[in-house]
């Protein structure tokens, strides 16, 4: 699953935003041009989704400093594009903060050319494709239903083709708070004999049919189910874990802190040292997939853990047999050691700004290595000229701000870029500084 386009509005500099995303994709763009904006995006969804934080906007001390122009009457929207094993997954949620007050205002959930699924308040409505429901409702109408379902299904199974195309249902007060992430909330299934389509029907708390929907099937994470069922998960395990890494306050990361569960690593890598503490004793030793490139990066230092009589963890670094205390330590070491933990853990998305400060231009390539090998599909932002020299032009996403407003570019034809750049003699980030890479692309 890869989220292949994100849409943004109202949400600080991105008024209208729409970024189109690769698996590798590093953003360009001045001081104040709106690349953090697009990290925070996902922080927030975090916050809303993962979190459950009822007061989202505290961090940015309240709506009015994240919504376009401070005008609190505007909703804000997120739209996501992925593809799903070849089907085209769409999803929106449009939220507002008025007066303190969090609210998720409208959800969308759909798969194109098969349904779309619709919540606003209590309303939930169900859309089915025309074509899609001509080929799957004689299959279903043929399957006995299952025992202790009968009544749901024989009550569903008997609206036809044109009652399918449009279904709206109000939900219980107990679900109006319910989102469609993940999504279904409860719900059982019959497939066709052949187990290409199944009929859903949604149910409440109290085994109550809400809406029926019918979904394609799928050869899945969890085995052969349908699409709408895997859904739920696949986005939850896609944009939850997403893995931000942002400003390193490298003086809290230095300081032992005490040993605790980590599942995953904080934005500011402040709690970097109990989490690798956790993987040593777990392990025995660093990963290697964080070892080695460390190796290359800073030959000859390796890397213990040791408990403080009070109990807190600290990290011994020697360089060769010289102990090296923390405040010898250079910030960079601590820049890679986090960004090679957050590409270990594996995260469907790491996000990572301003990805130049504090390392050298050969330790950067290096991490570029490790992360365009990596699994996860990468964001990262900058606004350095080395870091651009190192990304191939289809990668590159350039940003500016127009009128106040955020733009993010993609190079249209990166190899009538490379071919401009070698009849110049100038490098992408020359191209980029003088504004030659926009001219170029569109002649």
Known sequence: MRLKKLVVKNFKSLRNCEVELGKFNVLVGPNASGKTNLVEVFKLL????????????????????VVWGRKEELPITVEMFFDVGGYDVYFETTFAGTGGSFRILREVLEVRGYFR??????????????????????????????????????YFVKLDTEELLHLEAQLPSNYAG?????????????FDENYETAYIITQTKDDKPILPL????VQGKWGTEPLAFELGGLLHETILPTLVLRQIYVQNVKEPKFSRKETTLS?????????????WLREGRLPDEIAKPLSMAFPHTRVFFQLTEDGRVMMKVFDGDLELAPPGISDGFYKTLAILTAAYLKPPLLV?????????????????????????????????PVVVDMTEPSDLILVDKVGGESRFMRVKDPEKIKKFLNEKGITLSEGWLYGSLINSDEQ
């Open 46 to 65: 975090r916050k809303i989704y993962f979190e459950n934080d009822t007061n989202p906007f505290l961090e940015w001390w309240g709506y009015n400093n």
């Open 352 to 384: 990572i700004d301003e990805i130049e400060n504090s390392l050298h231009p050969e330790t950067l390539e290096l991490i570029f290595d490790v992360l365009r090998e990596s699994e996860s599909q990468v964001i990262i932002t900058t606004h350095s």
């Open 178 to 190: 319910e989102t469609l992430f993940p999504w279904p909330w409860r719900a059982s299934a019959i």
């Open 214 to 217: 019918i979904s394609p099937v």
């Open 117 to 154: 699924i619709e919540k606003e308040g209590r309303t939930l409505r169900v859309f089915h494709d025309a074509e899609f429901i001509k080929r799957a409702l004689p299959k279903l109408k043929t399957v006995k239903t299952p025992k202790g379902l009968t009544e749901a299904y024989d």
């Open 267 to 279: 934005e500011d890598a402040s709690n970097l040292v109990p989490f690798l503490y956790n993987i």
